[in-house]
């Protein structure tokens, strides 16, 4: 069973910048994705980007597009979304969601079997 434990989140003023961390502990047979979800008090989770095993794909939901980068390290088993240009609609808590398999694309939660606790992103005005 493969555990999923996000970090760096916080409060940021409109502009800044936040650097999130997905820590992975437990064997994961490739191929696999690994993926940034958000869900804001009210609404429904968000897919924000998703990287495949290699790192050499990427994929970002339309909001969050040249202001995000999904990148992963395989030897430290982490993978992390650099958040630039952040924005007070940014504002939501922020999962870590592992993909067992080939992924193409999917921006759909349901085909996400591990998730992390989440981590808390607000953004000031």
């Known amino acids: 069973q493969v555990q999923l434990v996000e970090s760096g989140g916080g409060l940021v003023q409109a502009g800044g910048s936040l650097r999130l961390s997905c820590a992975a502990s437990?064997?994961?047979?490739?191929?696999?994705?690994t993926a940034w979800f958000r869900q804001a008090p009210g609404k429904e989770r968000q897919f924000v980007a998703a990287?495949?095993?290699?790192?050499?794909?990427?994929y970002y939901g339309d909001s969050v597009k040249g202001r995000f980068t999904i990148s992963t390290d395989n030897a430290k088993n982490t993978v992390s979304l650099q958040m630039n240009n952040l924005k007070p609609e940014d504002t939501a808590v922020y999962y870590c969601?592992?993909?067992?398999?080939?992924?193409?694309?999917?921006?759909?939660?349901?085909?996400?079997?591990?998730w992390g606790q989440g981590t808390q992103v607000t953004v000031s005005s």
């Open positions: 990287v495949n095993w290699s790192g050499l794909s990427t």
């Open positions: 437990g064997r994961t047979s490739r191929p696999y994705a």
């Open positions: 969601a592992l993909h067992l398999g080939l992924y193409s694309g999917s921006a759909y939660a349901r085909d996400f079997g591990s």
